[in-house]
């Protein structure tokens, strides 16, 4: 399958995300020819243990992870940052879940935007918000290459891309910038073959930059 690289909004210091950053970004991509293609979703879950017995609790693991990705609507994915593990099940998974009540969602959040193609590449720029609220988390940006398959082949031509999609983005004098910090894929068992358990890693290490930044902000206020 096509390799993607899944970035995240890094606010300067001081400010935070807003509807208006997104729509720049998107204004950004319209003007380097991208052609709109439509939605695109993902949702990302954190689950924690249905214990009878909270003394247990040190056995489970801090944070459990499930993603749900729109490539893929016939499977689910686990996420375990801390013991780095990837696992792919069938969605049923989440009935059969539901019914042990081994484990409930503690919160949800939704990636969500549009998508657009940009000769061999796609690009899909979306919000992060809470299931059920409008209220703005932050906003992320997926950047797939169609041709190649492989990490390594691709990596110079990404790059390229990116140095051109950044330059493209800082003439908006926004305040912020994309990042992408790639995770150790190896450590998750995974090879230079990109596979969707490659993406799933990405949104969850994604997903632990977003709380960073949300905590760092916190602490400024206080």
């Known amino acids: 399958m096509p390799l993607k690289w899944v970035f995240n909004w890094q606010p300067n210091a001081g400010s935070t995300v807003?509807?208006?950053i997104l729509n720049e970004v998107s204004q950004c991509v319209e003007s380097m020819n991208g052609v709109k293609e439509g939605r695109w979703k993902a949702t990302l879950t954190f689950y924690k243990p249905m214990l009878r017995d909270q003394a247990l609790a040190a056995e489970f693991p801090r944070e459990f992870i499930g993603i749900?990705?729109?490539?893929?609507?016939?499977k689910y994915y686990f996420i375990l940052r801390?013991?780095?593990?990837?696992?792919?099940?069938?969605?049923s998974i989440q009935l059969i879940m539901e019914k042990l009540q081994s484990y409930k969602s503690r919160v949800a959040l939704n990636f969500e935007g549009f998508q657009y193609q940009l000769g061999d590449f796609q690009l899909r720029v979306g919000k992060v918000v809470p299931t059920h609220s409008?209220?703005?988390?932050?906003?992320?940006?997926e950047v797939e290459y169609l041709p190649i398959s492989s990490l390594e082949k691709s990596k110079q031509i990404v790059d390229e891309f990116v140095d051109i999609w950044q330059e493209a983005v800082s003439?908006?004098?926004?305040?912020?910038?994309?990042?992408?910090i790639e995770p150790s894929f190896s450590e998750y068992g995974l090879a230079?073959?990109?596979?969707?358990q490659h993406t799933a890693v990405q949104y969850a290490h994604v997903m632990g930059q977003l709380i960073a930044t949300v905590q760092a902000v916190q602490a400024g206020r206080n």
């Open 18 to 20: 807003n509807s208006q």
């Open 68 to 74: 749900s990705l729109p490539e893929q609507p016939n």
């Open 82 to 91: 801390g013991n780095k593990i990837v696992l792919e099940a069938d969605s």
């Open 134 to 141: 409008e209220n703005l988390r932050g906003i992320v940006m």
């Open 171 to 180: 003439k908006r004098s926004l305040p912020g910038h994309f990042m992408h």
């Open 192 to 196: 230079d073959h990109y596979t969707s």
